[in-house]
């Protein structure tokens, strides 16, 4: 086994698992679950019909909710694509995750020595790949899927754009294969094809590897914008074109159940579909955007409809059939959740903000471990809820620290408290009528930022790698929206 040159925790992960990894090598397939995360790219809490959308068909997400759990309160650790997404793969608030030249960037940027789910799963004799967006590194600091764990990699490197039309903006993500370029700038005609072809290695890649234990990371592009779709689903759905783009998906997850099936792979196979984050809606956007009901907000918001989002998990005969769940989950909670179900041994030094919640999907308990989650928006705390209520800190509108990322705050005046359990909207302020826990809540957040930090401080739970000064980085200059 090979662990991470210069990983803090590289050795003491090795040391902790070598011995059993010689032992059981030989039946990891009959002992080991196969795991399959299929993340969607800006899919509103609304978009898919178990969730109560009232136009986009999405039948094959609805049989994963009818055979498995469906999370009402799965949240992202941040919402916005970058972050997020090294969110779930570090298991960590990114404000807590070590990045290069010791800054805490508002579009997070993971240093190379944080330990990520593949780096966890491999050693443990799986295979992994990620077929679709990565986004959680760069390239230029060694960041790539390749050098974080992943045997193989198909896929655009970062997101496609940020305008409705392709046409409307020079930006051009490649299509790669491993370090290889296969399309070198990604035009309307590969955008419309990227599901399918995603799909299709998918399937290559669990055919490929069904006789030992692997970890997929199917990281659709779509439904970020600009949006694609191919002429199989163009013009199909009541939801107009972005519905078009849903089921596609929807189609997408039919075929990888029915590839398990076809492989009896099965009952052995944990599927975890979920969104990076909330829905972009901004009006340049228009109909090609998502939708966030009953929620309120967005992408780049942290009101509900930013970090809160649909999420199902399936794996017959462990995970109850037909469950609904409200108990607080994150996606911080898949690395030591898949660690655990591998048999790895995380280091005892590795602080996570994740939890295992083997317990909680298995149906062990209906209890979440969480007691708390922290509303980061960037690298900015603007709330935190705990089982029933959630308190938004005072901000102001588009500061200026966040340069062009700040467009989508909005100004709070004052502390306001929220009922979550009656009020999932956020629509009635109710700080007056419950001061005690207004104070309780205000309490934690002291304790969240001497830990983790704020865009103005450093926690003393924030990791660093590098030698020099620990600094968050602001934007001091606004940016235009097409850069």
């Known amino acids: 086994m090979k662990f991470k040159r210069n990983h803090p925790h590289g050795l003491m992960l090795g040391l902790a698992i070598v011995a059993s990894f010689l032992g059981v090598q030989s039946s990891l397939a009959e002992s080991k679950p196969n795991i399959i995360v299929f993340l969607t790219d800006d899919q509103g809490y609304n978009d898919v019909g178990c969730f109560g959308s009232p136009d986009i068909k999405t039948p094959n997400f609805d049989r994963m909710a009818k055979e498995s759990m469906l999370f009402k309160s799965a949240y992202v650790g941040s919402p916005v694509c970058g972050p997020s997404r090294s969110a779930l793969m570090t298991g960590s608030y990114p404000i807590r995750i070590g990045e290069p030249k010791n800054t805490k960037s508002l579009h997070t940027v993971p240093h190379t020595q944080e330990l990520m789910i593949p780096e ?46 392709i046409e409307q903006t020079k930006l051009r993500a490649p299509l790669m294969r491993n370090k290889e370029v296969v399309v070198e700038a990604i035009e309307q005609k590969e955008m419309d094809q990227l599901t399918t072809m995603y799909t299709e290695e998918a399937v290559k890649f669990i055919t ?93 918001m942290s009101w509900e409809g930013g970090p809160r989002v649909p999420c199902i998990m ?65 690298t900015h705390l603007q709330a935190i809820r705990d089982e029933r209520w959630k308190l938004v800190l005072p901000r102001k509108k588009d500061p200026n620290w966040m340069g062009w990322w700040g467009r989508m705050i909005e100004e709070v005046k004052e502390v306001q408290l929220y009922d979550l359990d009656n009020d999932l909207g956020e629509m009635t302020n109710v700080a007056a009528a419950h001061p005690e826990v207004v104070n309780r809540l205000m309490k934690q957040v002291e304790t969240a930022r001497a830990d983790l930090g704020d865009y103005d401080r450093i926690g003393q739970g924030a990791r660093f790698f590098d030698q020099g000064k620990k600094r968050p980085k602001l934007v001091k200059t606004k940016k235009k929206r097409n850069q």
């Open 314 to 378: 399936r794996w017959p005969g462990h995970i109850p059939a037909g469950k609904i769940s409200d108990a607080l989950i994150t996606t911080m909670d898949l690395l030591p959740t898949f660690a655990g179900l591998s048999g790895a041994s995380l280091p005892d030094d590795l602080v996570l903000d994740g939890k295992d919640i083997k317990p909680l999907i298995t149906g062990a308990t209906e209890q979440s471990p969480h007691q708390y989650y922290y509303y980061y928006c960037y």
């Open 120 to 165: 966890v799963l491999k050693p443990m004799g799986y295979s992994t790949a990620i077929i679709g967006k990565w986004h959680a590194g760069e390239a230029k600091t060694k960041g790539d899927p390749n050098s974080q764990g992943f045997d193989y990699f198909f896929g655009t490197p970062k997101y496609n754009g940020v305008t409705k039309l």
């Open 208 to 300: 490929e590897n069904k006789e030992k234990p692997f970890f997929l990371y199917l990281a659709h592009n779509m439904p970020h914008v600009p949006l694609g779709v191919s002429d199989k689903f163009r013009g199909k759905s009541e939801g107009g074109f972005y519905g078009d783009v849903i089921m596609e998906l929807d189609w997408s997850m039919g075929v990888i159940m029915k590839t398990l099936k076809d492989l009896k792979l099965d009952e052995n196979t944990l599927i975890v579909f979920v969104s990076d984050n909330g829905p972009w809606i901004e009006k340049v956007i228009g109909d090609h955007a998502g939708h966030a009901d009953p929620l309120r907000g967005a992408k780049m």
